[in-house]
């Protein structure tokens, strides 16, 4: 029998990884749906959605991502990132599904000096952390199959990230500035996925809550000097302080995570960030 996978918000970076894997889990059947066809943020349409499809696992793709954005366009972000969220839970505890539901490393501080594991406290400084902290809250309180990872600094082939906006520079700029305090980890999404349909595909779910990113910590400044490196652009990279770099959300100085405890539960093994970024560059440039 294969199981039934319905992935929200498809169309983005993590739902495109998860597409581009499919082959690999012929057990698996996955329905797809982005914000035309299923929008998580309205009720009735979760449920009706629920109720017609036989649902097994939901993996929710489907986020408001726009970190600065959210700061003015909270209303948005609460739907999409907290709303979105607790419907899925019902919707999955009506059907007896597992929902399966990404966060993020913003919902915490960044006061920290060495990695986040899950029994840390977290105290979101941005909009876009609050939201999603309270979709992961909303989750917990509504179902009690669930899984929640928390990962960081997604990059992939698809959609935006900071890889793709430093290579669209290097085609007018032969300098630019990138921060350098701030630490976190990058994270391949298609890795991502990997862990996700992993988890799936494992005799039995500890459910709960896991942290989930690539190895081994890095500044956005190295990141970027990186990144150039791999894709051969001569770009001289500038390290600044971000209180030289304005934005309209604060971001945390250090947000890595740490991912031991789905190790220990799933063997699930985080790989380093640098080991997909070639390829990745390699098939865009
Ligand atoms: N990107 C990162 O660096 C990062 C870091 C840490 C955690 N995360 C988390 O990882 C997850 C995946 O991120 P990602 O980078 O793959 O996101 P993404 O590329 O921005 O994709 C999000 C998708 O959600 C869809 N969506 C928005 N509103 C929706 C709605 N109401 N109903 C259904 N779909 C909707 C969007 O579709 P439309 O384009 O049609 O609106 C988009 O395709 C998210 O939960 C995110 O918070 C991301």
Not at 28 to 48: A, H
Request: net charge positive; charged share 20%; with cysteine.
């Amino acid at each position: 029998m294969k199981k039934h996978i319905l992935v929200t918000g498809a169309n983005g970076q993590l739902g495109n990884s998860i597409k581009k894997q499919e082959n690999q889990w012929p057990h698996f059947r996955f329905i797809y749906t982005d914000s035309k066809t299923l929008d998580i943020t309205n009720q009735n349409v979760v449920e009706t959605f629920f109720k017609k499809n036989s649902i097994e696992y939901c993996i929710n793709c489907a986020a408001y991502t726009a970190v600065d954005q959210a700061e003015t366009d909270q209303e948005l972000a609460f739907k999409i990132n907290a709303l979105g969220p607790k419907y899925l839970a019902l919707a999955c505890k009506a059907s007896n599904a597992v929902l399966i539901h990404i966060s993020t490393d913003f919902v915490f501080d960044g006061c920290k000096t060495s990695p986040y594991t899950e029994t840390d406290t977290p105290n979101p400084i941005n909009a876009y952390g609050r939201t999603k902290l309270q979709g992961e809250n909303s989750i917990v309180q509504t179902t009690e199959q669930y899984i929640i990872i928390r990962t960081s600094w997604l990059y992939s082939e698809y959609g935006h990230n900071f890889m793709k906006t430093m290579l669209r520079l290097s085609k007018t700029r032969s300098e630019i500035s990138v921060v350098n305090d701030q630490v976190g980890s990058p994270t391949y999404a298609g890795d991502l996925a990997t862990a996700i349909l992993k988890i799936i595909d494992s005799k039995t779910i500890q459910y709960g809550l896991y942290h989930y990113s690539n190895t081994v910590e890095t500044s956005w400044y190295d990141f970027a000097k990186t990144i150039f490196k791999f894709a051969n652009k001569d770009v001289k990279v500038n390290p600044i302080a971000s209180a030289h770099y304005p934005t309209l959300a604060k971001r945390p100085n250090y947000s890595v995570l740490q991912s031991e405890k789905l190790l220990e539960q799933f063997n699930i093994k985080a790989s380093r960030w640098e080991s997909h970024l070639k390829k990745v560059l390699e098939g865009l440039t």
